[in-house]
């Protein structure tokens, strides 16, 4: 696979409490990605990464921040947790423009429950 | 708003069987479309993509066709195996916005032995 690591791979923790994902990559991909998947409504981009400190947000960004301060990690925050984030988080990657039809590659997620 | 339609939510297919999932959109930015197959508990993983100045393309037991003026593309699967039981989605890439992929709601596929 392209080498994507989510950390953790599960996580339960309370209303309100600050929570922090970790997509790590191993193959220098430009594009990293953090999408949630929810039953009925498949997998939903919340922010995205076009480069080291370059970020934008997604369709779903709201309660959501990232940082990435080095190619290969991509951090997902979640300030202060409410129930309704409570979902599976999915990290992606790409090449970069040299290679524009090449698709993303997902890790095997996080699944985080907040009670 | 949902920026890639899928359907059917779910399918049941004998072995043997022609699985057929179809996508409709919108947005003539689009201008890439994979399909990932995922099984429980793993990240979606590409299947085949296409690009829309091709109208169809084969990988093995697995088809795209792709009609550019309807805006619908769809995946065929031929001689599908219980192995193949696994959700689908489909997606499409906005060119023009960072390399965003919109994905489809997804399908759940069972094929019975």
């Known amino acids: 696979d392209a080498g994507i690591t989510q950390s953790p791979r599960h996580k339960v923790t309370e209303t309100g409490t600050p929570v922090t994902l970790r997509c790590h990559q191993t193959?220098?991909?430009?594009?990293m990605y953090w999408y949630r998947q929810d039953p009925g409504h498949g997998l939903r981009l919340i922010h995205y990464?076009?480069?080291?400190?370059?970020?934008d947000k997604g369709e779903v960004s709201d309660g959501y921040s990232v940082s990435r301060s080095k190619t290969e990690d991509f951090l997902l925050t979640l300030e202060s947790a409410t129930s309704s984030q409570t979902s599976v988080y999915f990290c992606?990657?790409?090449?970069?423009?040299?290679?524009?039809?090449?698709?993303?590659?997902f890790g095997d997620g996080t699944r985080l429950s907040i009670l | 708003q949902q920026q890639v339609k899928q359907s059917p939510q779910s399918l049941i297919v004998q072995k043997g069987g022609i699985s057929i999932i179809n996508c409709a959109y919108e947005?003539?930015?689009?201008?890439?479309f994979p399909w990932y197959q995922q099984f429980p508990g793993k990240g979606p993983a590409l299947l085949i993509a296409?690009?829309?100045?091709?109208s169809e393309k084969k990988e093995g037991r697995f088809t795209i066709s792709f009609n550019k003026s309807a805006k619908q593309f769809s995946l065929h699967i031929m001689d599908s195996q219980p192995g193949d039981s696994a959700t689908y989605f489909c997606?499409?890439?906005?060119?023009?916005?960072?390399?965003?992929?919109?994905f489809g709601t997804g399908t759940s596929l069972t094929v019975i032995p």
């Open positions: 947005n003539t930015a689009f201008d890439y």
């Open positions: 990464s076009y480069g080291v400190k370059d970020t």
């Open positions: 193959e220098n991909h430009r594009y």
């Open positions: 997606a499409a890439r906005m060119w023009d916005t960072g390399n965003q992929f919109y």
């Open positions: 296409i690009r829309p100045d091709v």
């Open positions: 992606a990657t790409k090449p970069g423009q040299g290679a524009s039809n090449q698709p993303q590659h």
